[in-house]
């Protein structure tokens, strides 16, 4: 469980070349290094929290793969692609459907549709992905995101909205700072696993000290 075949090290080699692929041209929050960076996070968790590790490459390799926000909302493309693609590799199909079920319920705006139990691999990967969304790149990341979609960084008549349904979330116009209270400053406490409260926690502590300096900028104060 905890250790790899040579042949399911194949299809981790096999699934990376073709995600790299795939997202050759993707924007620079969901590119192929946020992947990576995913994908390095879930494995240290799943050797922590004693995931399965096929499960847990195939499934973070694999989260992403085409985002519904870059698809006019279409959330079956990435589920189907994933599929075909795994098919292709003859991947048992109890490992597919464990993949997939993966995929479809990753996601921050999809949280509250599963509300059954969730598989500890399920877990690790979204503990890796929002882990992503926090801390330093979690900061590049969001003003990357806010700068793509032309917002400002900063306006402070406009105040953050905690109690957005999923269909206001996924047409916000706010100011990028706005996000940090929406969602970022949130994720800490949204951690499945004890190892990505760990991590969670140092980069919370340093989003909370980036925003009282830029506040402290804003005003001219330092
Ligand atoms: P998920 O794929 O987990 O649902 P999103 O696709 O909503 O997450 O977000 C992907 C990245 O873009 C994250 O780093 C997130 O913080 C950032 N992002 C999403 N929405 C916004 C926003 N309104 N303003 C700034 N950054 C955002
Ligand atoms: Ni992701």
Known sequence: MNKLTSQQ??????????????????EGG???????RVWKTAIKLAKEEQAD???????????????????????????????????????????????????RFISFKNRNQNPGSESRELQVIRDADRIDAIGAIGIARAFNYGGYKGRALYDPSIKPNLNKKKEEYK???EPTINHFYEKLLLLKDMMHT???KKMAQQRHQFMEQYLEQFYAEWEGKR
Not at 68 to 83: L, T
């Open 9 to 26: 090290q194949v299809i981790i080699d096999q699934t990376r070349e073709f995600v790299k692929q795939q997202l050759s041209e993707a």
């Open 194 to 196: 004890d190892s990505a």
């Open 30 to 36: 969901h590119d192929w290094f946020h992947i990576y």
């Open 171 to 173: 047409a916000a116009t």
């Open 53 to 103: 590790l096929f499960i847990v490459n195939l499934g973070a390799l694999l989260h992403d793969i085409a985002d519904a926000k870059f698809h006019d909302g279409n959330e079956e493309i990435g589920p189907q692609k994933a599929e075909a693609f795994l098919k292709s590799l003859l991947v048992e199909q109890q490992v597919i459907d464990h993949i997939i079920h993966i995929i």
